[in-house]
């Protein structure tokens, strides 16, 4: 498996996805990888979870899921996070994902 397809696994009812948040960007856009995590910007602050909100609320988004079906399973207070996606596999929450799906 390449680096690429290490950000997010499959587990029951939906998948896992890594990610590596840069908070205080101009605006929220998926980076690419770093490290075996997908890397997000986001333009909230990482003040009083502002940036977890924005992170959960983009992902959200990005995978057309509604925000109750993607929760931050750990790092609430590290860039480094985790998040739980309910309802959608590993391919297509990497799809959604990929940096050059805006494109």
Do not use: W, Y
């Not at 910007?41 to 924005?54: C, E, I, R, T």
């Amino acid at each position: 498996m390449s680096e690429a397809d290490e950000f997010v696994r499959d587990v029951v009812d939906g998948c896992t996805v890594s990610v590596r948040v840069q908070p205080g960007a101009r605006k929220d856009t998926v980076l690419g990888l770093h490290g075996g995590a997908v890397k997000i910007a986001l333009s909230a602050p990482p003040v009083d979870g502002k940036a977890n909100d924005a992170l959960v609320a983009f992902v959200a988004e990005k995978v057309g899921l509604p925000r109750a079906r993607v929760s931050l399973l750990s790092g609430m207070t590290n860039r480094n996070k985790v998040l739980r996606v309910t309802g959608k596999s590993a391919a297509e929450v990497r799809a959604a994902l990929s940096p050059d799906a805006d494109a």
